[in-house]
């Protein structure tokens, strides 16, 4: 069965930081472009960053880029989201997704397996 799953979620201060774990199971994330999504409520689902099945090229929002970081190991079959200096706008609902292409997008099209996500709250 394939299957993702993401965690490190949380509740955090504002300039605090979390990592996100995206974990695959019943397929290998080897061959697939990886992409780290979030949705407030209210909001649309915004694409916040993906990596390359290579891990060679990455994409970042702009809201994001300084802040986050996106990394990959294929031994653990996982794929992180380090979230720095958080602000209470990161406050979503983070998912990752991921599909058998080489290049990833930040369009949640791009994508046809989808973990069931993990809350990140930014509050004082």
């Known amino acids: 069965q394939v299957q993702l799953v993401e965690s490190g979620g949380g509740l955090v201060q504002p300039g605090g930081s979390l990592r996100l774990s995206c974990t695959a199971s019943?397929?290998?994330?080897?061959?697939?472009?990886v992409g780290w999504f979030r949705q407030a409520p209210g909001k649309e689902r915004e694409g916040v960053s993906c990596i390359s099945s290579s891990g060679t090229s990455t994409d970042y929002a702009d809201s994001v880029k300084g802040r986050f970081t996106i990394s990959r190991d294929n031994a653990k079959n996982t794929v992180y989201l380090q979230i720095n200096s958080l602000k209470p706008e990161d406050t979503a609902v983070y998912y990752c997704a991921t599909n058998r292409y080489l290049f990833c997008r930040l369009w949640p099209e791009w994508y046809a397996y989808w973990g069931q996500g993990t809350q990140v709250t930014v509050s004082s």
């Open positions: 019943g397929f290998t994330l080897d061959d697939n472009a």
